[in-house]
C-alpha cells in the first residue's frame, strides 16, 4: 500500500537521480528501495505482485525497469472490493 501511495505523486516522494519524468516515466526499483529502506530484490517481489494484481504498470528501458500506478487497474479493484467479491 506504501508503494501506491508513493506511486500517486513520485514527484514529491522521489528524487530521480536521472533523466525522465517520474510520473510519465516511472519510477526506478532503486528509488523505491530507498525510499522503503528494503533491498531491490524485496521491492521487486513487491512491485511483481502489483503488477499481477494489475495495479502497477512495468515499462523496460535501458538497463531499467520503472513503475507507475495503473489507475484503470486500482479502479477495477476498488470496484471488486466494494461489491464484496
Known sequence: MRI??????????????????????????????????????????????LKRAGLVETRRVAQRNYHRRDEAGIEEAKRLLSQGL
Open 4 to 49: 501506491l501511495r508513493w506511486l500517486r505523486d513520485p514527484e514529491e516522494n522521489f528524487e530521480s537521480r536521472v533523466d525522465g519524468d517520474l510520473t510519465e516515466d516511472g519510477v526506478c526499483v532503486s528509488l523505491i528501495a530507498a525510499r522503503a529502506g528494503v533491498s531491490q530484490p524485496t521491492v521487486s517481489r513487491h512491485l511483481s505482485v
